[in-house]
C-alpha cells in the first residue's frame, strides 16, 4: 500500500512505480508543475529574477566569497577560478526541468560573460 503523492490516499499501485491513487490525482499534479514552469519562464521572461539564489552576488556570497566592487580588484586567476567554479555547478534538482534547464543555461552564460567582460577590460 503506497500513499497517493497528491492527495495523500492509500492505493495499491499496478506497478512498483505508480505514485498517483487515479487519472485525476495524475493530472492534477501535471497542472500544478506545468502552471508552476509557466509562472517562472513569465518571470524570466520580464527580466525578473528566477529561483531562489536569484543573482550572481547572492550566489557568490552563499559560496562564502566577499562582494567587491563588481569584480575591482580581483586578480585575472581569480576571475578565472570563479569562471571555472560556474561552469562546473550542477543544476539543482527542483530547477531540472526543461525550461530550468534552459534559464539556468542562461544565467550561467550570463554571469561567464559578465565575469570575461572583466578579464577584457
Do not use: H
Not at 557568490?60 to 571555472?84: C, T, Y
Amino acid at each position: 500500500m503506497k500513499a497517493c503523492i497528491v492527495c495523500g490516499k492509500g492505493f495499491s499501485p499496478k506497478n512498483r512505480k505508480g505514485v498517483y491513487c487515479s487519472a485525476a490525482c495524475r493530472q492534477r499534479d501535471y497542472r500544478v508543475k506545468r502552471a508552476a514552469e509557466y509562472a517562472e519562464y513569465k518571470r524570466w521572461k520580464a527580466g525578473g529574477v528566477v529561483g531562489e539564489e536569484d543573482t550572481a552576488v547572492d550566489r557568490f556570497k552563499a559560496r562564502g566569497g566577499a562582494v567587491s566592487g563588481g569584480g575591482v580588484g580581483k586578480s585575472r586567476e581569480e576571475i578565472m577560478a570563479e569562471i571555472r567554479a560556474i561552469r562546473a555547478e550542477k543544476i539543482p534538482p527542483e530547477r531540472d526541468t526543461p525550461l530550468g534547464r534552459r534559464v539556468w543555461k542562461y544565467e550561467q552564460d550570463k554571469r561567464v560573460a559578465e565575469l570575461e567582460a572583466l578579464l577584457n577590460s
